[in-house]
């Protein structure tokens, strides 16, 4: 750990093995925790680039605040008082020199008021502008947005709803099942399915006290709901000369909670031709609102293999590192690189598609008693590897992880030539990795690959439901 041990002095460390100095920025603040933050440091490493870490109490021994160059302690106890203290960032920001912040994805990464408030202090905000957050996290102005674009988008409600009965009506034209949604927020908060008219005033009502409670906005909306969907998503990467390029689609579907467990490229189901189809209709949505940075499109697929246009993450996502691995390409620094003001270097046309790659979420949980938390002390680590096989965390031996947080602590991914390969990559990474300690979802995920139906690939959004009933 002779780097940490560097960096906790405060001196200005560079990645040894960068193949180039690139003085894209002079100092970054990390606005994130865990993994993610780690992503980002060891990205501006091989940038050259200072990192500061600003971390919670509760990480005063996480590995983002010994990595980087310089750390600052932002606050203790829940989320509210540290990484989600706007002031106290920015304060941190100007104090220690950075000229731009990364927010990782999460938290403050896809909030207007922070970014706006960046640009307001002169710091680039490493992301789209606060118009575009705002745009495109209201998820009613958002699908009006992209219906103006000609992206196929959902039916539903054309404006946002408040009240239950006027919503009431609204349903009865669009007609059941619907997806009763919260306008603002993401994360599967404020998210009901209704099948008829007699539940629908109990499911709206609680999905709005849910958006309120989570998002500050009562605001909801109405889409018809698709029986059985896949959820397909397309990265998509864009510049401030008007460039977008879209690097493939990830299917996101096997979730629990709105919670995605396992992401894959390609998809398994969906055709060339759809597959161009899906590509054109990214690059258009992001053009459409002049997109900057990296982002995701979401989809959800019908049976019939027709796509719609679901709402837009105007960040880097969790799964990013699958698209990186098939595409060999650099999302992180190609993100900090066009806040930088520089031109994409990823032509569309030169974007390879090098196989099949698959991510598992590993979370500190216990699966069999309805995925209960487990935090707890890291006793014993042991991280698979090899040819096409990469772990992202933030884990180490002797590491407490907190119980303040998200419980996700790594993500396995492979890449293969073809699913089939990947697939049996995956097993094997799944049964080398060891952490002792606290519970984990590795047997959980494990079995997913065994499972017949993901083997064959047909799934859905509610695979993991029937997976934990059946076990196929």
Known sequence: ????????????????????????FKRVLVANRGEIAVRVIRALRALSVSSVAVYSKEDQDALHSRLADERVCIG?????????????????????GCDAIHPGYGFLSENASFAKKCEENGIVFIGPTAEVIDSMGNKSQARAKMREAGVPVVP?????????KEALEEAKKMGFPVMIKA??????????ECFGEEDFEKDFLTAQRESANAFSDDAMYLEKLILEPRHVEAQIMGDNF???????ERDCSIQRNHQK????????????????KMMEAAVKAAKSVQYTGAGTIEFIMDKSGEFYFMEM?????VEHGVTELLTNTDLVMEQIRVAAGEPLSLKQEEIPFLGHSIE???????????FMPSPGKITALHLPGGNGVRVDTALYTGYSIPMEYDSMIAKVLVLGRDRDEAIRKMKVALEEMLVLGVETNLDFQYKIMQSEAFREGKVDTGFVERFMLSGK
């Open 1 to 24: 750990m002779r780097k940490c041990e560097k960096a906790l002095k405060g001196t200005d460390l560079v990645c040894s093995t960068a193949l180039k100095e690139e003085k894209v």
């Open 76 to 96: 203790e106890g829940s989320a509210r008082n540290s990484y989600l203290n706007m002031d106290t960032i920015l304060t941190v920001a100007k104090n220690m």
């Open 242 to 248: 008007g460039n977008v390029v879209a690097l493939g």
């Open 360 to 370: 598992c979420r590993i979370n500190a949980e216990i699966p069999e008693k309805n």
């Open 261 to 276: 467990l396992v992401e894959e490229s390609p998809s398994p189901i969906v055709s060339p031709e759809t597959r161009k």
């Open 313 to 317: 993450n105007t960040r880097i996502q």
């Open 156 to 164: 539903g409600s054309l404006s946002v709803l408040y009240d239950v």
């Open 183 to 192: 306008s603002s927020g993401g994360g599967g908060k404020g998210m009901r």
